[in-house]
């Protein structure tokens, strides 16, 4: 197990998901990219800022992410904005679709990783916070981040 993890590396991360979504499940996809793409992806330009994924016609697709135009790339290189296929259990996709249909559930991404050089999408199923929720969440971390300041000052004396 530890093996697995020492060979992924981090591609890109939303950080503005987990603020703005309560995240309920998690899944790992792949996703479909041509030859351009994924020397984009292993260089790290990738960005998940607005992206969200969807589900048509039984197939999911990650819309709105943009994985940045390879340098090298001739005429033939991709559109960094165009929707491309994440590749999930038709189990999976099922779930996903009922829950999505379900009103307030949306599905977005958490981190794209490479894993044994294939690039992977985890995915999470998630519920808008409210306002309110997101200050809560706020002064949790600041109560925490105050006790944890006090704990490591009675330490040192």
């Known amino acids: 197990m530890a093996d ?3 060979s992924e590396k981090l591609v890109a991360s939303n950080r503005k998901a987990r603020h703005e979504y309560f995240i309920e499940e998690t899944y790992e996809a792949g996703i479909a990219l041509t030859g351009t793409e994924i020397q984009s992806v ?3 330009r990738v960005s998940l800022g607005d ?3 969807e589900v048509r016609n039984g197939e999911v ?3 709105n992410s943009h994985i940045a ?3 090298y790339g001739n005429r033939l290189n991709h559109n960094p904005r165009r929707p491309r296929k994440l ?3 038709k189990v999976e996709i099922r779930r996903l679709d009922s829950r ?3 009103r307030g559930y949306t599905i977005v991404p958490l981190r794209m990783y490479l894993r044994q050089g294939l690039a992977k ?3 999470g199923l998630a519920r808008g916070k409210k306002m309110w929720d997101k200050r809560e969440d706020i002064a949790k971390r600041d109560a925490q981040r105050e006790i944890e300041r006090t704990s490591k000052m009675s330490r040192r004396d």
């Open 42 to 44: 292993r260089q790290g």
């Open 100 to 102: 999505v249909r379900e």
């Open 121 to 123: 999408v985890e995915i």
């Open 87 to 89: 590749l999930l259990h």
């Open 61 to 63: 697709f990650l819309v």
């Open 51 to 53: 992206a969200y994924a």
């Open 4 to 6: 697995e993890k020492s």
């Open 69 to 71: 135009e390879y340098d």
